[in-house]
């Protein structure tokens, strides 16, 4: 099973939907990191992935995106590849 982990915030609806499509896929959220509440995370987060919205998702060491790009993966038929599917 591959780890997913997600930089997210407490009241992100795109971060909702995002683990929403994993679970409807059988997956869960390894690590949801905090990026409102945890000092330092948003920055972590920037350096990462160049980016400033959440959600930012990761499978294993691959950087997916936000949810539209997790979205797209998935309607695309890359996304389960990804899943080891």
Known sequence: MPRITMYSTRVCPYCQMAERLLANK???IDEK???D???GKREEMMERTGRRTVPQIFIDDTH???FDDLSALDRA???DPLLGK
Do not use: N, S
């Open 26 to 28: 059988g997956f869960a």
């Open 33 to 35: 990191i905090l990026v």
């Open 37 to 39: 509440t945890e000092a």
């Open 64 to 66: 997916v995106g936000g």
């Open 77 to 79: 038929g890359k996304l």
